[in-house]
């Protein structure tokens, strides 16, 4: 683990598409966070699977992120002593930590497909993420394989690896509901295997899954102040259980507030409507936004970064979705 002399925050996006408000709000919040407590300002761009993103997505990100005036201390652009700041870049860091969790028994290999997964699932509806997965594969007991660049072919498909989540719970001696803080949404109670179950944790083509990757990074890079969108409340007890397996730092999290449609609906990148970039080629001004977005956060309705920083207050930081006016 890299020395370093303080924590951070981090705003994490994936380059998918044009970043829309909702996004825009989440990078501000986090940046002030930073900005207002003295911590290191990071960009980091979740590209894990870069041949799944369009051309140029992570430029016209950054490029929207500059011209809502936010710039990082660290990132792809700015470099730093944590980087590389694209997980593209960073497999072997996963690699290791995959390699770690196997050594503790409680990773499996999975050779189902995704329809077996679904037909097979105790709850179809548990999750926008899928289905809560039956343990098809899980083995009687915890197993550490022996090389997990090696694992057999079955029905001639290779496996992913999924994380069993009793044994991990019960390698860290959690009975009950698995509980964490939110500086944001509050206290947390989530039975694990029953809302999620053993989950993926590298994919069938070998590519780490988010929920290691972000935790491993966050700990690398000393994120310990982690301000996201509410969406991934529900990834907090994934990534907080790699996390005390592995031993690595846990960051404090504040889960806030998405921003909604007028009609109430979540917004989506493919909302184009209210991307940065449409507002940015109307001729918006970017205080503006700025101002809006601090407004709907409970902050003073103000572009001036510097007044934002003097007003903000990790505390005031609320989940609560905000509707956009129609
Ligand atoms: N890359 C994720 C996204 O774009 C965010 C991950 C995170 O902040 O932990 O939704």
């Keep these: 683990m890299p020395a370093l002399e303080r924590g951070a925050t981090r705003f994490a996006p994936t380059p998918t598409g044009r970043l829309h408000l909702g996004n825009a709000r989440t990078a501000l919040l986090s940046w002030l966070a930073a900005a207002a407590t003295g911590r290191r300002n990071v960009l980091r761009v979740e590209d894990l699977d870069p041949a799944a993103m369009p051309e140029g997505c992570m430029a016209e990100q950054l490029a929207d992120l500059a011209w809502l005036g936010l710039t990082w201390d660290e990132g792809p652009a700015e470099g730093g002593p944590v980087g590389p700041y694209r997980q593209s870049e960073r497999s072997a860091l996963y690699a290791e930590a995959l390699q770690a969790l196997n050594a503790l028994g409680v990773l499996y290999p999975c050779w ?84 999620m179950g053993d989950f993926v944790v590298r994919r069938t083509d070998g ?99 510097a007044a934002l920083v003097a007003a903000f207050r990790v505390e005031g930081l609320s989940a609560d979705s905000v509707r956009l006016p129609a």
């Design 112 to 195: 189902c497909s995704r329809r077996e997964v679904r037909e097979a699932s105790r709850a179809p509806h548990a999750s926008d993420e899928g289905p809560v997965y039956a343990g098809t594969c899980r083995p009687s007991a915890p197993t550490v394989w022996p090389d997990l660049t090696a694992l057999p072919r079955r029905r001639g498909r290779v496996p992913a690896l999924r994380l069993d989540v009793a044994a991990a719970l019960a390698r860290l001696g959690v009975a009950g509901p698995f509980r964490f803080g939110d500086l944001a949404a509050g206290p947390q109670a989530v039975d694990l295997a029953a809302a």
């Design 207 to 305: 590519i780490a899954a988010y929920q290691v990757a972000c935790s491993v990074d966050d700990a690398y890079m000393g994120c310990d102040l982690v301000v996201r969108g509410a969406d991934l409340l529900a990834s907090a007890a994934r990534q907080l259980l790699i996390l005390r397996l592995l031993g690595l730092p846990e960051p404090a999290y504040a889960h806030v507030g998405l921003v909604l449609a007028p009609d109430g609906t979540r917004l989506a990148k493919r909302d184009g409507a209210i991307a940065l970039a449409t507002l940015r080629e109307a001729g918006e001004d970017p205080g503006a936004v700025r101002a809006r977005l601090a407004a709907s956060a409970g902050l003073p309705a103000t572009g001036d970064l």
